[in-house]
């Protein structure tokens, strides 16, 4: 399928990327508005009405867990999906490498847990932005203090909707 029909379509969102850089937290702390003290393994698929989305399209976000899907489960989501965020954490850089995935869709770099360090790790991740052109975009963010979190879910779907262009650290991208 193409990009177009989207549009009056739905779209599906997949949180991948190594244990415990809180994907599930980023899902739970968009939905909730705060952060949860405890979080299942993997949160329950939610789909968010298109009235309250940035792109006004309704969009299905799912959840990825190792411990509880087969290897056969995470490809039949990838491939069901329309935009794939890859979730590190800022403060722990081999949690970066699950980047090498092969994708067929926009990806999305997510940087969680930034309310753990002062830095930013931009510089760790321009290399694989430019090695990897399916990346869109990347964002730092905290589901813990809730930091760009309504943002990461807006670049999701301009992401799948508008995908010819980053959003965000442009210069790097050339
Ligand atoms: P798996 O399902 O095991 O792959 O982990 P996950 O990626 O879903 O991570 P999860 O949401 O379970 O979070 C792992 C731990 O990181 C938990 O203790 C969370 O409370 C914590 N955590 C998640 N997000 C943040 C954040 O933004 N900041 C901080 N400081 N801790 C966070
Ligand atoms: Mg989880």
């Not at 989305?53 to 299905?60: A, C, D, G, I, N």
């Amino acid at each position: 399928t193409g990009w177009w029909p989207l549009v009056s379509a739905q779209l599906r969102s997949v949180a991948l990327g190594c244990t415990k850089v809180g994907k599930t937290s980023l899902i739970m702390s968009l939905v909730s508005e705060e952060f949860p003290d405890e979080v299942p393994l993997r949160a329950e698929e939610i789909t968010i009405p298109a009235d309250v989305t940035p792109e006004r399209v309704p969009t299905h976000i799912v959840d990825y867990s190792e411990a509880e899907q087969s290897d056969e489960q995470l490809y039949q989501e990838i491939s069901k999906a329309n935009v794939i965020c890859i979730v590190y954490s800022v403060n722990n850089k081999k949690s970066i490498e699950k980047v090498s995935l092969v994708s067929v869709v926009p990806l999305i770099l997510v940087g969680n847990k930034s309310d753990l360090v002062e830095h930013s790790s931009m510089e760790t991740i321009l290399p694989i932005m430019n090695q990897y052109q399916d990346i869109e975009t990347c964002v730092e963010c905290s589901a813990k203090n809730l930091k760009n979190i309504s943002e990461l879910f807006y670049y999701a779907q301009k992401a799948v909707l508008h995908p010819t262009g980053p959003l965000y650290c442009p210069e790097e991208k050339e």
